[in-house]
């Protein structure tokens, strides 16, 4: 078990809203990721934080950005929800060596 | 950037046989291979790694072995359980500031009793 939790557990939204995931640690890590995996495939990197600054963007459009809170945790915000916005997205904390994740929000766009 | 391509796509073992999972990269500087274990419901549980320095690590009934020239690198999970059935992912990633994990597709186990 990590010390990752993430909430909320489920979402269901219709497209075009905006939503706000969270995620935190017990161990405080001074880094945090979060990645989006969709059904069958590999998560994929959206961004990271590091002391609260952002530190490395995959390949993701700007209405997908977040925060990190000087206790660590992180928000992921995604506006102007697309279907294929639909996808498990994972927070991870760590950073040179290994990374733990959290078990994730499945996010449902009708 | 870099890709990570992974196979097989599913993988059907009977108990206490061997699996084995193979991963390429494209990225001759990624220098980090996790492998990463993630059951229904849940998210990838870190089970190994391996840097670039090294080209096998053992850790009881798992191994992993890195060729760094071909740039390939193996999961091999020995007399395998029903546990042991889930989706595996490998990763590569390079050093620097962000360590940006570009992970394959995954490999379906399945472990038959």
């Known amino acids: 078990e990590t010390g990752v939790t993430q909430s909320p557990t489920h979402l269901i939204k219709t497209r075009g809203q905006q939503v706000t995931l969270r995620c935190s640690s017990q161990?405080?890590?001074?880094?945090v990721s979060w990645y989006q995996q969709a059904l069958g495939q590999g998560p994929q990197f959206i961004f990271q934080?590091?002391?609260?600054?952002?530190?490395g963007r995959g390949n993701f459009p700007p209405r997908f950005s977040g925060l990190q809170f000087p206790n660590y945790s992180s928000e992921l915000n995604v506006n102007a929800l697309e279907l294929d916005d639909s996808a498990l997205y994972l927070c991870?904390?760590?950073?040179?060596?290994?990374?733990?994740f959290g078990p994730g929000t499945r996010l449902t766009v009708l | 950037g870099e890709n990570v391509e992974q196979h097989p796509s599913t993988l059907s073992v009977q108990e206490g046989d061997s699996a084995v999972i193979k991963c390429t990269y494209s990225?001759?500087?990624?220098?980090?291979f996790p492998w990463y274990k993630q059951e229904l419901g849940k998210g990838p549980q870190l089970i190994i790694d391996?840097?670039?320095?090294?080209g096998e690590k053992k850790d009881q009934r798992i191994a992993v072995t890195l060729n760094k020239t071909a740039k390939h690198f193996s999961l091999h999970i020995t007399e395998t359980q029903p546990e042991d059935s889930a989706v595996y992912f490998c990763?590569?990633?390079?050093?620097?500031?962000?360590?940006?994990?570009?992970f394959g597709s995954g490999t379906q186990l399945t472990v038959l009793p």
């Open positions: 161990s405080g890590h001074n880094t």
């Open positions: 934080y590091y002391r609260e600054e952002e530190n």
């Open positions: 990225d001759s500087a990624s220098n980090y």
């Open positions: 391996i840097r670039s320095n090294v």
């Open positions: 991870s904390e760590g950073s040179y060596n290994e990374q733990f």
């Open positions: 990763a590569a990633a390079r050093t620097g500031s962000a360590r940006q994990l570009t």
